[in-house]
């Protein structure tokens, strides 16, 4: 089992920034490729952006390219997601996602260990 723990959501401006944790426990924490997705009210889940399992490649959303990026921290067991020039339709709840499976992967199905979520709020 994997236990992922997301921090350091909240409420924000509109063009202003936000970084998110998510910590990760119970397995070799290189040997996980992780993602985060988020869910706006009232509609689905969404990839969001993923990093493999080595650190070395990511895939992102076209909507958040250029302004998130995703980077893994592997003596704090921790992977990141620096949000910068945050908009309005950013607002979500932000799901943290671990795989062992080796790659880097934009399905949600393709991760089998999710964290409870942090709420991320950008006011205009």
């Known amino acids: 089992q994997v236990q992922l723990v997301e921090s350091g959501g909240g409420l924000v401006q509109a063009g202003g920034s936000l970084r998110l944790s998510c910590a990760a426990s119970?397995?070799?924490?290189?040997?996980?490729?992780m993602g985060w997705f988020r869910q706006a009210p009232g509609k689905e889940r969404r990839f969001v952006v993923a990093?493999?399992?080595?650190?070395?490649?990511?895939s992102y959303a076209d909507s958040v390219r250029d302004r998130f990026t995703i980077s893994k921290d592997s003596a704090k067991n921790t992977v990141y997601l620096q949000m910068n020039s945050l908009k309005p339709e950013d607002t979500a709840v932000y799901y943290c996602a671990a795989t062992q499976r080796p790659g880097s992967f934009t399905e949600g199905y393709d991760y089998n260990f999710w964290g409870q979520g942090t709420q991320v709020t950008v006011s205009s």
């Open positions: 990093i493999s399992n080595g650190g070395i490649s990511t």
């Open positions: 119970g397995r070799t924490f290189s040997s996980l490729a």
